[in-house]
C-alpha cells in the first residue's frame, strides 16, 4: 500500500469513513426529522429548553457542592478515628489542604468568598438568576429593556465560567 502512491491510499479510506459518518449521521436527523427537527428549527423553543436545562444542572451543582461542604465540615470536626477525620488532617507541606475547611473556625461562607471558584461560582450564579428572572413573560413584555440589559450578562456569566472552571 506504501509503493507509488505513498500514504495516498489511507488518507482516501479516512476521507471514505468520514463521508459514511455523515451519511449516518444525515439518514439519523432524517429518521428523526419528525420529532427534534420541529423543536430544533424553532430556535427561541430550543433556547429556552437550553436555558431551562442549564437552570437544571446549575441547581444539581450548588446542591452537591452543599453537601459537599457541610461532609468537609463534619469530617473537620470529627474528633474519632475515622477515615474522613484522618484524611482532613492531610496537608501538604506548601499549606495546601485536602480538605478546605482546615480549622474549626473556617465555615463554608468564608471558603465560598474567599476562594476563585467560590467568587466566580457566587457571580455566575447571581448572574444567571438575574437573566432567568427578568426572562418571565411578564416582565419581558412589560420592561423589554430589564430583560434585554440583563440578558447581556451573558458576557459575565461565560468569562465567569471559565475562570470557574479554571481555578
Known amino acids: 500500500l506504501c509503493g507509488k502512491h505513498g500514504w495516498k491510499p489511507y ?96 465555615t463554608p461562607l468564608y471558603v465560598a468568598f474567599t476562594t476563585i471558584p467560590g467568587l466566580t461560582g457566587v457571580i455566575i450564579t447571581l448572574a444567571l438568576i438575574l437573566m432567568v428572572t427578568s426572562s418571565v413573560e411578564f416582565i419581558r413584555r412589560s420592561y423589554f429593556e430589564v430583560f434585554w440589559y440583563t440578558h447581556h450578562l451573558f458576557v459575565i456569566y461565560f468569562v465567569g465560567l471559565v475562570i470557574h472552571g479554571i481555578a
Open 11 to 106: 488518507g482516501f479510506l479516512l476521507g471514505n469513513k468520514c463521508a459514511v459518518t455523515e451519511f449516518d449521521d444525515c439518514a439519523f436527523i432524517q429518521c428523526c426529522r419528525r420529532t427534534m427537527r420541529k423543536q430544533l428549527d424553532y430556535n427561541l423553543t430550543f433556547h429556552k429548553l437550553v436555558a431551562y436545562m442549564i437552570v437544571l444542572h446549575t441547581a444539581i451543582h450548588i446542591i452537591a457542592h452543599l453537601c459537599n461542604f457541610e461532609w468537609y465540615n463534619d469530617a473537620q470536626q470529627a474528633t474519632d478515628e475515622s477515615l474522613a477525620s484522618v484524611l482532613s488532617e492531610l496537608h501538604q507541606d506548601n499549606g495546601l489542604w485536602l480538605n478546605p475547611i482546615y480549622s474549626n473556625t473556617t
